[in-house]
């Protein structure tokens, strides 16, 4: 029987890798636009998750391996894509803060935001304020996302943004914050553009940002 893209789409919601490499395989074969199985598959898949893990019916491991195995089917797909014609809704930097060794939630965010059509370009763990400065002069990118798990390190991000109006560059980029132990209250303190309790909100948040440029 011949893949749908709404196989796919549920393929990658049940995170099943070989499932998806199999339908993204078939339907290359019959012919499909390689941006459609993108898009109206992987991506669709990809929306739904996103939707259910922010309403509490699909949990962190789940949805680590939905993204997984979209990024396989995507993988499949970009030889078929000629440059240029894969367009991105946007450009996010992210890491976690100095200080901070933690990246479970920043990869689920950074997963989450690719799966969404994001360009997001991934700094890592214990990154120094000047490196972030220095991204965004590199990459001039739309967003900067910052990530703390520890009360301890929460200083840092503050430190991020003043160091982006100290260089010029703030009024460039909107900061986005999260990780477990941030708040509103605490986003509102240090002059961040937004607060986002889980990758799923961080996704959306980004979205309405592009949105609205």
């Known amino acids: 029987m011949m893949a749908t893209l709404n196989d796919l789409a549920q393929c990658v919601i049940n995170g099943d890798v070989e499932q998806v490499k199999s339908q993204v395989q078939s339907l290359i074969s019959a012919g499909t636009d390689p941006l459609s199985i993108i898009n109206d598959g992987l991506i669709a898949g990809m929306n739904v998750v996103g939707t259910r893990f922010k309403a509490g019916d699909m949990y962190v491991p789940e949805v680590l391996m939905s993204a997984r195995s979209m990024g396989f089917g995507v993988e499949l797909v970009k030889p078929l894509i000629a440059s240029g014609d894969m367009k991105s809704q946007g450009k996010v930097i992210i890491g976690t803060v100095k200080g901070d060794l933690h990246d479970i939630g920043k990869n689920l965010v950074t997963m989450m935001m690719q799966s969404s059509g994001l360009e997001v370009i991934d700094l890592g763990i214990d990154v120094p304020s000047e490196k972030f400065v220095d991204a965004v002069r590199e990459h001039n990118p739309d967003i900067v996302g910052l990530s703390a798990l520890l009360t301890t390190t929460m200083p840092a991000m503050k430190e991020v943004i003043e160091l982006l109006v100290e260089e010029g560059l703030r009024s460039k980029v909107k900061v986005i914050i ?23 909100v961080a996704t959306d948040q980004c979205k309405e940002f592009f949105a609205a440029k």
């Not at 999260?178 to 799923?200: C, K, R, W």
């Open 178 to 200: 999260g990780g477990a132990p941030v708040t509103q209250e605490f986003a509102n303190s240090i002059g961040a553009d937004a607060y986002a309790p889980d990758a799923a």
